[in-house]
């Protein structure tokens, strides 16, 4: 099967720099991968893959049935799917914003495109997972809600 430049070049737009147009309407001679973007889809892939992982493995199934992962083996899996965009590039824990939550150096996967648009189902939502919240945590959840006031 051979996928069209355009179909390849709109499932890349969001991993993507468009050093030399303004526009992302466009297909550009020139692109830049994101290596953030291509870390936080990595890392996506690492909490859903692993959902199907044997059961030797040494995550967990936690609360709502997701799977947990301890720290350093996520690190190392999320390390070993990225492509080598670079040598000094690792992949950083605060890119798990919104994508999972860490408990004592475990962390859930809990997606915040997989939470309701609805603000108040929302809320209901990530207190059903977890029941304090620091400020850190919840922004990239509620993020889209927040009104910054410009002063005026």
């Known amino acids: 099967m051979q996928l069209s430049d355009e179909v390849i070049w709109h499932c890349l737009r969001p991993v993507l720099h468009y050093a030399y147009t303004s526009t992302k309407n466009m297909m550009p001679e020139t692109v830049q991968l994101l290596p953030d973007e291509v870390a936080k889809l990595a890392a996506h892939h690492v909490f859903l893959t692993g959902m199907y992982r044997s059961s030797t493995a040494t995550s967990s199934v936690g609360a709502h049935n997701a799977v947990t992962w301890d720290e350093e083996e996520l690190i190392e899996t999320w390390s070993s799917r990225l492509p080598s965009m670079s040598s000094k590039y690792e992949p950083r824990m605060e890119l798990l914003q919104g994508i999972a939550i860490s408990k004592t150096k475990e962390w859930q996967y809990f997606p915040e495109a997989g939470l309701p648009l609805v603000p108040s189902l929302r809320i209901k ?14 922004v990239p959840y509620l993020g889209k809600f927040i009104v910054e006031d410009g002063g005026e």
Do not use: K, N
Not at 125 to 138: C, G, I, R
């Open 125 to 138: 939502s990530m207190f059903a997972m977890q029941d304090v919240w620091t400020l850190e945590e919840a």
